[in-house]
């Protein structure tokens, strides 16, 4: 169940800083001004989800290889 929740968690965290990526990329494209915005988000985030994947990774390491599907 711990897999399950940490993978939830994980997804929830990459899809919201994937939404922001989007919505200011949509919004340069309306006003280059917003380029700025999007240029800090994705420089603060992309670390932030690469060391997220890092500690995933880590942890599905130790626990060995993954249970059969249903």
Known sequence: MEFRIRYSEMKHSMNNALAV???LAELSQRNPDNYE???KSVATRTPEI???IQEFSAYL???GPPPPLR
Do not use: G
């Open 50 to 52: 690469a060391t997220m």
């Open 21 to 23: 990526f989007l919505a």
């Open 37 to 39: 915005k999007l240029a």
């Open 61 to 63: 390491d130790t626990k």
